[in-house]
């Protein structure tokens, strides 16, 4: 009864902590000004699981170790004269199991750890862009439009109250899309290592607040097929 007790208060206490430690995480790594929500409702196959676990375990740490000590006689064992060899392995082997489950516990709880601070650490790492007021709009379209069509728009995006800048471009940064190709200056043979590709218009570095190491600006030669 007490092992069944104590495992089924662990289990509460698993279950509880469960429950409050996705949002916790979540509340680590989220900027103050947007709020991200992650929702993980509850499975029944996981809960069926620690159910299971927890009778397993009080089975295992509780029903036989209690069994085994009904099996021996008080009388003999203080003379001395019983000696429950298979017993003694048997609790060497409940042991050995218990440290080896504790010692999984602990390597569950540092992978954990190192989990959340990987994401804190990524939540203060620059990116090469200032995100701070920047809004992506992106825009389809049901066919093809010329460039002067999306400069008219971009032209009315900067009419808005309270739009300091708008640029285009193909995708917005960090969005998964990638086109690569090879560079060719001044009609030289290209060379032989791919570059990555994102055609913008002018202006769209100082929108997005990229520090120029090296090179010039851009100027108006091509322009994207949608805003960002």
């Not at 009388?75 to 082997?93: D, K, N, T, Y």
């Not at 090879?182 to 218009?201: D, G």
Request: aromatic letters at 10%.
């Amino acid at each position: 009864m007490e092992a069944a007790w104590i495992a089924v208060l662990a289990a509460a206490l698993g279950v509880f902590f469960a429950w409050g430690s996705a949002p916790f995480v979540v509340s680590r790594i989220n900027p103050p000004d947007d709020p991200v929500r992650l929702i993980l409702p509850p499975d029944w196959r996981v809960l069926g699981f620690a159910l299971a676990l927890t009778f397993g375990v009080t089975l295992l740490f509780g029903l036989l170790p209690a069994l085994g000590v009904s099996a021996v006689k008080p009388l003999r064992a203080l003379q001395g004269r019983e000696a429950p060899r298979s017993r003694r392995v048997l609790m060497h082997a409940l042991i050995t199991a218990q440290v080896a489950f504790c010692f999984l516990a602990k390597l569950v709880l540092f992978t954990t750890r190192l989990l959340v601070a990987t994401f804190e650490h990524l939540s203060h790492e620059s990116v090469g862009f200032s995100a701070e007021r920047l809004l992506t709009l992106d825009t389809f379209a049901q066919r093809a439009e010329p460039p002067a069509l999306w400069l008219q728009v971009a032209g009315h995006l900067r009419e808005i109250p309270g739009v300091e800048r708008v640029a285009l471009a193909s995708w917005p940064l960090l969005d998964g899309n990638s086109v690569n190709s090879y560079i060719s200056i001044n009609e030289a043979p290209p060379m032989p290592r791919l570059a990555y590709f994102l055609r913008v218009s002018p202006g769209w570095i100082d929108t997005m607040k990229i520090m120029s190491m090296v090179g010039t600006f851009f100027r108006a030669r091509r322009l994207p097929g949608r805003p960002s």
